[in-house]
DNA sequence: TCAATCCATAACCGCTGAGTTATGGATATC
DNA sequence: GATATCCATAACTCAGCGGTTATGGATTGA
């Protein structure tokens, strides 16, 4: 199993993908259908897209008859924004311990 | 030539190279050999890496001798929490009337 | 100078994954 | 009930990518 931001990483890694979850994002709710005409693929592949996207818990499907509708959850995008943030602040407690360092150097 | 955020995502998609950035990050310029000596790969598959890494602007390399060493650049993640925020902001103003409008329209 | 070390590149290979077409289940429409 | 539509899954293909070994250029040390 492998932890959240490794599956958001590959998930979003795919520019087709990226751009459906954009869509959801900027437009709201949309049925498969909507998706798929804009995409430039197939239904089934727009279709394992969205699977995709749900199984890393960035979009909700909600079955209104036979048409299913994927909407955006950009809370799934937190572990991006924490590993962003760990990884600025790695760099930044360096240059603190550097910039320590010298301020005992100094004295 | 792809956008940013499309070449941080993919170049952040693979594990093993992300587990490089993140040691950079973590404990500052290291050599190919040391990076190596912990990555569990051949020393080639290290250095495509990096190198992958580097075209992404997300290390820079310091000849010296005979070896090379590499840090973390950090401000290159920028793009990545720009698009973040970006997702994030259209999600919040999806309820704005306007955009609302404009969607149903576009339907 | 000769040998050893460090790293990058080349050439190759197997697998993953994104696309396709085919198909079927479920729902809507006639 | 028959037909059409929407979507998901299956089966398959093919390119790209991450790994390997082989090799060589550059630098260091004996």
Redesign the pocket.
Known sequence: MSNAPDQLF?TL??P??RAIFERLCRNGEQ???AL?AHAG?????V??????LKQAGLVH?RHE????HYSAQVEALAPLIDWTSQMAGFWESRFDDLEDLLRRMDQ
């Open positions: 590959k890694a795919d087709t993908r049925t498969v259908g798929t693929i197939s239904q089934p592949a279709s394992k897209h969205l699977a995709i499907d008859g036979r048409q299913t």
